[in-house]
């Protein structure tokens, strides 16, 4: 059977509306043996295309759902304790994973959202995919059949509480984007799910959806299940189209989008603007979708948004004109005001409007940082100790039976337990803020160290920034608004000398309130200190210190690179600020990977 009769059959036997390319690819993918990852926002497909491509090539398929507390052992297998009393480590008593099932049976491994499992369940897959074998202590290698396959799916990079696959692991997949549908493909997906029910219903509600997506308010639309959820409510709710679907609406939509922190307006009023903007248009024709004329303009006009730059002047022009909704965070505009804010706030004369400006420009430095960044994650460490009532960690198995053999009674306390947990850090960050660094740079590096300490949660981190003197922002047990924070960056004037000795024994010293004994400290500066000691002995106070040096015309990379080397740590060059929040993401990981430090104080 050729590939585009394939497709129709998977279409047929799934009641798949469109994908042709899409299931055309992922045939040709996993016909030919490769690994498959499907990647897309919310509500797309990901799974159903999946598992129809999976039971269209009768394999058997099993299913893993991505979850940050899974383990190594949960996928590959484990040994049942009351087996091995009595028999021992026999194969009898191994209950094999769905890792394990699925390459004894030459079938389908599907990992639904991939990206949300720890990096050791990750690392486990390597060996599988790549030589189609795994070792399992006390049973030994298990050799895949013909036919085996790892089918992913990932939500993009830029969700919240996703991990970045490893380089390693990305390298074995075949990637397979997939969007949103066309208009008339969600229309026959919803009238495919409620055939009774009305054309007009089924158009206005897939409108209503597909509206969510583009509006300024909304950071996150929503899919087209979100439509199906409004034209089935709607009918219940009332006879009447507009109050149904207005109230389907209002049920259906909050769950399913993600509003814009900058947003002036609730869910609830964008929700209502957008069920009026549709029942503005006439109704639409049997057999076809709502006709909004206005549509295209709009995509137009967001489009010659991008491609504007606008100079400072223009900048203050869009504030004193009240010309705001263009400056959202998410957008060119919002980041330029960012940039320019020192020059802001020396042109503008109205306070109300610098702080407006200053509004924009935090949220819009935030939302930079994300963005860069993407999905973050620590590494985890295992520690094992008695179980407690309550606990949901993982049994191990054979330090559990030796404590039984030892002791010759079981009781609770006899339990012991595995707890993947990510290593506690505490982070003294230094900013350089003598003449290279404006307001606007020190803001950026505040918000990575902030957004990280905030997304990987076992982060403390405190902030001192520098001159002639240090001066800190913000304690390490201190807790602080990120806005907060970034706010007096954005205001802060860099000039004066540069005492980078003082800046990190003030840091040292900070730490000494930390409760953990993971200590690192992350010096950001050109290196040119023009008062002050040689920086290089009070470096050497510190356990871990990493120097990210800001590339300049008078930038000093062996004063950089002794600080470090004085600190037991490396120095890391950047070329533009963007740079900040992946390589702070770098330090913290390979500080958190290594063995906690034993150097004296």
Not at 202 to 216: E, F, G, Q, S
Request: net charge negative; hydrophobic share 40%.
């Amino acid at each position: 059977m050729s590939l585009p009769d394939e497709v129709r059959s998977i279409q047929k036997e799934s009641r798949i509306v469109g994908r042709e390319r899409e299931l055309e690819k992922a045939l040709a993918a996993i016909e030919s043996g490769k690994h498959l990852m499907i990647e897309g926002p919310v509500g797309v497909g990901k799974t159903i295309l999946a598992v129809a491509v999976a039971r269209h090539l009768k394999r058997p398929m099993f299913r893993v759902d991505g979850d940050e507390r899974y383990t190594e052992q949960k996928l590959s297998g484990w040994f049942d304790p009351p087996v091995v009393l009595e028999k021992g480590y026999v194969p009898d008593a191994f209950i094999p994973g769905p890792l394990t099932s699925a390459m004894r049976e030459g079938g389908v491994l599907f990992m639904n959202e991939m990206n949300r499992m720890p990096e050791g369940v990750q690392n486990i897959l390597l060996p599988a995919m790549d030589e189609g074998i795994i070792e399992i202590p006390k049973i030994g290698t298990v050799r895949a059949k013909n036919g085996f396959v790892l089918i992913g799916t990932q939500n993009p990079r830029e969700f919240v509480a996703t991990t970045a696959l490893s380089e390693a692991l990305s390298d074995r997949f075949e990637l397979l984007l997939l969007d949103y549908q066309s208009e008339s493909e969600e229309t026959e997906i919803v009238r495919k799910q409620l055939p009774d029910t009305s054309h007009e219903t089924i158009a206005r509600a897939i409108w209503i959806a597909r509206r969510t997506r583009d509006h300024p308010s909304i950071r996150r639309g929503a899919s087209v299940r979100a439509a199906a959820s409004i034209a089935q409510l709607s009918e219940t709710f009332s006879k009447d189209l507009y109050e149904g679907v207005g109230k389907a609406a209002h049920m259906a939509l909050p769950t399913r989008i993600e509003m814009r922190e900058e947003s002036k307006k609730t869910a609830d009023e964008v929700i209502e603007e957008i069920v009026s903007e549709c029942f503005a248009l006439p109704p639409p024709e049997q057999g076809r979708p709502l006709v909004d004329k206005s549509e295209p303009e709009r995509r137009k006009a967001r489009e010659d948004e991008r491609e504007r730059r606008r100079d400072v002047t223009e900048l203050v022009g869009m504030l004193e004109q009240g010309d705001f909704d263009g400056a959202s965070p998410g957008n060119d505009i919002g980041w330029a005001i960012a940039q320019n804010y020192s020059m802001l706030r020396i042109t503008l004369k109205d306070h109300a409007l610098l702080e407006l400006a200053k509004r924009i420009a935090v949220k819009a430095t935030i939302h930079r940082v994300l963005q860069l960044l993407g999905p973050v994650s620590m590494p985890t460490s295992v520690s094992r100790e008695p179980f407690r009532l309550g606990d949901d960690a993982e049994i191990d198995v054979e330090a559990t039976l030796e404590e039984i053999v030892e002791r010759g009674h079981v009781s609770p306390e006899d339990l012991i337990v595995e707890r993947r947990e990510p290593r506690r850090l505490a982070v003294a960050m230094m900013l350089d803020a003598s003449l290279s660094m404006t307001g606007d740079k020190l803001a950026m590096a505040t918000a990575a160290i902030a957004v990280l300490a905030f997304r990987l949660k076992t982060v403390d981190f405190m902030l001192i920034t520098f001159n002639d003197r240090p001066m800190v922002i913000k304690r390490v047990d201190q807790a602080r608004r990120l806005d907060d924070l970034i706010s007096d960056l954005l205001d802060a004037r860099a000039g004066g000398y540069t005492n980078i000795d003082e800046a990190l024994r003030k840091g040292k010293e900070g730490l000494l309130r930390a409760e953990t004994r993971d200590q690192v400290g992350i010096l950001v500066t050109d290196g040119n200190y023009t008062v002050g000691e040689n920086p290089s002995k009070a470096a050497s106070m510190y356990r871990r210190l990493f120097v990210i040096m800001t590339e300049s015309h008078d930038c000093q990379p062996m004063t950089c690179e002794d600080i470090a080397r004085s600190g037991g740590g490396h120095m890391y060059s950047v070329s533009s600020f963007d740079e900040i929040p992946r390589v702070l993401y770098k330090v913290l990981r390979k500080v958190s990977q290594g063995s906690p430090a034993h150097r004296a104080q």
